[in-house]
């Protein structure tokens, strides 16, 4: 059966993600209004009963001085991946996007290839031969996501880069992330090591005092965040972008961004953001003052999320971005290791995938990338 690719309406394209147990924060509507300086498309696949079976959120970056796109599907389509014959419905979106003056498309398929327990990694680490998560036998694979490659590659997409910086915000490939159906709480907290645990004590202990925060409070949320860019030497967005974020998420659904801070002595030591879509929680930023780590309130905030998460009806806690270094002198390790203290899983997405609809200026904005 063809399908047919059109323009959506936000309403119609909430609607569907509505229907699905789960999809990226970044394949909701009102991320293209966070996302404020690309041009931002919702696109619907219709079948032949002219329902809508498949959406995605298209965000297209101009070129400098002119009118060609990157069009760009971060963490989508919301599609049937596993379909056979995949280029139903890849080909409309090709077409669809080129006729709108796209010279490249990217995306990233929302297709896990496999997942590392916890026990499985710290294994790995204490035998220290494997450096890289991909050279740890998984404790599950997903065989359809290697088919659905292998048809992206035959259908001409290219696999971009694992990660780092480009013209869009590439995603990660690999994450963490913290199951939490069909378990208790009680059981998600026997999965932290014995630092987590007891520096969740000691937090407790110390009287530091989690609450859910709002609007008013993201100065106070950018402040740390500031302080954390500066320890940990990355440049830190303004605080105007995070206004955006939560404007247009909360107006979306009141739970689709929240905020928590952590106090000790009336004094914000650590607060996070986060954004929740279906079943699927995810820590998106974290920040933490220089002083008073010793009251642990990074573990505090954690674990008050993903009590949140759970009362909400979440089926994951995702606490998205890790690389798959397992080398201790490695700068991005500490940042496994903290996340590994969860006793959740390593997953391993399909990663971003690129299709040149205009070779040349697909290379030329290659080099162009390359250099900077």
């Known amino acids: 059966m063809s399908l047919r690719l059109r323009t959506i309406s936000r309403a119609e394209h909430l609607a569907f993600v509505k229907g699905l147990?789960?999809?990226?924060?970044?394949?909701?509507?009102?991320?293209?209004?966070v996302k404020s300086e690309w041009r931002s498309e919702s696109i619907g696949w219709i079948d032949e009963h002219d329902r809508i079976v498949g959406a995605g959120l298209v965000l297209y970056r101009q070129l400098p001085k002119i009118k060609r796109?990157?069009?760009?599907?971060?963490?989508?389509?919301?599609?049937?991946?596993?379909?056979?014959d995949l280029e139903r419905w890849l080909q409309p979106m090709l077409a669809h996007l080129k006729a709108q003056s796209a010279f490249s498309v990217k995306m990233g398929p929302p297709v896990v290839i496999r997942r590392w327990d916890a026990a499985v990694i710290k294994?790995?680490?204490?035998?220290?031969?494997?450096?890289?998560?991909?050279?740890?036998q998984a404790s599950w694979y997903e065989p359809r996501a290697f088919e659905v490659a292998d048809r992206l590659r035959r259908g001409g997409w290219l696999q971009g880069e694992d990660g780092g910086a480009g013209f869009g915000d590439v995603q990660p490939r690999y994450v963490f992330q913290v199951p939490l159906a069909n378990r208790s709480l009680d059981d998600v907290q026997r999965g932290f090591n014995q630092l987590w645990r007891r520096n969740i004590k000691r937090a407790e202990k110390s009287g530091v005092e989690v609450v859910q925060g709002g609007y008013d409070d993201l100065p106070?949320?950018?402040?740390?965040?500031?302080?954390?860019?500066?320890?940990?030497?990355?440049?830190?967005?303004?605080?105007?972008?995070f206004q955006r974020m939560w404007q247009a998420l909360t107006a979306e659904d009141p739970n689709r961004m929240r905020l928590y801070l952590a106090y000790h002595g009336g004094e914000a030591l650590a607060a996070t953001t986060m954004l929740t879509v279906g079943e699927h929680v995810w820590y998106s930023y974290g920040a933490s003052a220089d002083h008073k780590r010793e009251v642990r309130p990074s573990n505090a905030v954690q674990w008050r999320m993903m009590r949140d998460a759970y009362a909400l009806g979440a089926t994951v806690y995702d606490l998205r971005g890790i690389s798959d270094t397992l080398d201790e002198t490695?700068?991005?390790?500490?940042?496994?290791?903290?996340?590994?203290?969860?006793?959740?899983?390593?997953?391993?997405?399909?990663?971003?995938?690129?299709?040149?609809?205009?070779?040349?200026?697909h290379k030329a904005l290659d080099m162009y990338m390359s250099r900077r």
């Open 21 to 33: 147990p789960s999809a990226s924060h970044m394949q909701v509507p009102a991320w293209g209004d």
């Open 69 to 84: 796109y990157l069009a760009y599907l971060p963490e989508g389509p919301l599609i049937d991946w596993f379909d056979p």
């Open 123 to 136: 294994e790995a680490m204490a035998e220290g031969h494997a450096k890289r998560l991909r050279d740890v």
């Open 220 to 241: 106070v949320f950018h402040d740390l965040y500031v302080v954390t860019a500066q320890r940990d030497r990355f440049i830190p967005r303004p605080l105007a972008y």
């Open 330 to 361: 490695d700068h991005l390790f500490g940042l496994i290791q903290f996340k590994l203290g969860t006793g959740g899983q390593a997953a391993e997405y399909l990663g971003e995938w690129d299709f040149p609809l205009n070779k040349m200026l």
